[in-house]
């Protein structure tokens, strides 16, 4: 431990380990994104255009699917799949209660009631057994989030769906980069939706990507996505002559602009760099942490990949006095940014009074709930700032420690 981590902490009137406030989860924008945008605003095309186009080329060329399409929000992208996965007021999809709430609200969206389930301690991930556990005859899907980049286990979920005609769809929000076996996150499920939130691995300020096999599926999608007007309305201004278009049913406004795209295009060939750059992040912060009362995340399979989108810290509460809370305000107060991934879905007071969910029903999640603590990881964190971090994180849990 430094000198400095042995100071008086900031919450308690010392000085804080930054000066400065140190964002948790600051964008990664460079020039080639600056350059594209304007670029684009000066073509007079700012809507939905030859930018968006060219993003979801290249995003399903990095995954290796058959087709992406672009949408204006993961969340839109799941409500999307869900009606094209033929999930109908009434039906249930189970979803993991250790997820971000717009997972289960894209359900409430369609109608169909979120079946929520545990997950796994030490994977945060969805527990297949879990699972198998809560199929009834209603059962129309199963949403496995990729949880902080890990790979859901989706061997285990397949062998469960498939023979029981239940669809699965992917909340890759956390895994563009994540591998399960081999096959990359957005390939494996009936249909998966990516987000480019600002937090998030490759970033467009909000949007999002809906990858699928199916080609019925990718066009329904498109053409659902923006008003249920026919395909390539979009370019209904362009020097291809005018063309009418028809609406066969009633869509919804989800397109993606070319401003968005255009900071997408180059954040996407930075997905490998920036990956590994994060990879030797995580390393570090593995080895700095490795004697701290946390419980660190596990190593990934063999044949698997962590995306390495968020780097938790699950605190270990019975070698601490403090709450999760104080230690996160503690932490706030050195300057350093957190985040908290997530409050158990079922917590929240919507799911408790509509579903009748209750604490202590899902143990594992509620066991995060109260101890997760994301600190700041993206490729923006400068060698200085990992260093505030890792004494910061010293600082406030060494003197929290019993
Ligand atoms: C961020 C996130 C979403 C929602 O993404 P948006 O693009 O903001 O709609 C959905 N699921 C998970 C797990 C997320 O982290």
Request: charged residues 25%; negative net charge.
């Amino acid at each position: 431990m430094t000198d400095r981590a042995r100071e008086p902490l900031a919450i308690e009137g010392g000085r804080a380990i930054r000066d400065r406030f140190l964002v948790f989860g600051a964008p990664d924008i460079r020039r080639e994104e600056i350059d594209a945008v304007v670029r684009t605003l000066e073509s007079g095309w700012i809507g939905t255009g030859p930018q968006v186009a060219e993003f979801e080329e290249e995003f399903r060329r990095y995954l290796g699917t058959a087709h992406a399409v672009a949408v204006s929000s993961c969340t839109a992208g799941l409500h999307l799949s869900l009606i094209a996965l033929g999930v109908k007021p009434g039906d249930e999809v189970i979803v993991p209660s250790m997820t971000f709430v717009a997972t289960a609200n894209a359900v409430v969206h369609v109608g169909a009631r979120p079946v929520l389930v545990d997950c796994e301690r030490e994977t945060m991930n969805i527990d297949p057994i879990a699972v198998e556990r809560a199929i009834t005859p209603r059962t129309r899907a199963i949403v496995p989030v990729h949880f902080a980049g890990r790979p859901a286990d989706l061997t285990a979920l397949e062998a469960i769906a498939r023979p029981r005609g239940i669809r699965l769809l992917e909340d890759a929000a956390h895994g563009v980069e994540t591998i399960h076996r081999g096959r990359k996150a957005g390939t494996m499920g009936d249909c998966a939706a990516f987000s480019f939130y600002v937090t998030k691995n490759v970033i467009t300020g909000e949007g999002g990507m809906v990858t699928t096999g199916d080609e019925e599926i990718a066009s329904w999608i498109k053409v659902a996505g923006l008003h249920g007007m026919s395909k390539d309305a979009w370019k209904r201004y362009s020097d291809e002559g005018y063309r009418h278009y028809e609406v066969s049913f009633p869509g919804f406004k989800y397109n993606l602009t070319d401003m968005q795209a255009a900071l997408g295009v180059p954040q996407l060939r930075r997905v490998e760099e920036n990956w590994t750059r994060r990879a030797a992040l995580w390393q570090q912060y593995l080895t700095a942490f490795a004697d701290l009362p946390v419980f660190l995340p596990p190593p990934v399979a063999e044949g698997d990949r962590h995306a390495y989108h968020l780097f938790t810290l699950i605190l270990d509460l019975d070698r601490l006095r403090w709450t999760r809370d104080r230690v996160l305000r503690a932490l706030q107060a050195e300057n350093i940014g957190t985040g908290v991934h997530y409050r158990a879905v079922h917590l929240h007071p919507y799911y408790r009074d509509t579903f009748g969910y209750r604490p202590e029903m899902f143990p594992n999640a509620e066991f995060l709930s109260q101890r997760t603590l994301s600190i700041p990881f993206s490729t923006r964190i400068s060698e200085e700032d990992a260093r505030d971090v890792i004494d910061g994180v010293h600082k406030v849990l060494c003197a929290a420690q019993c």
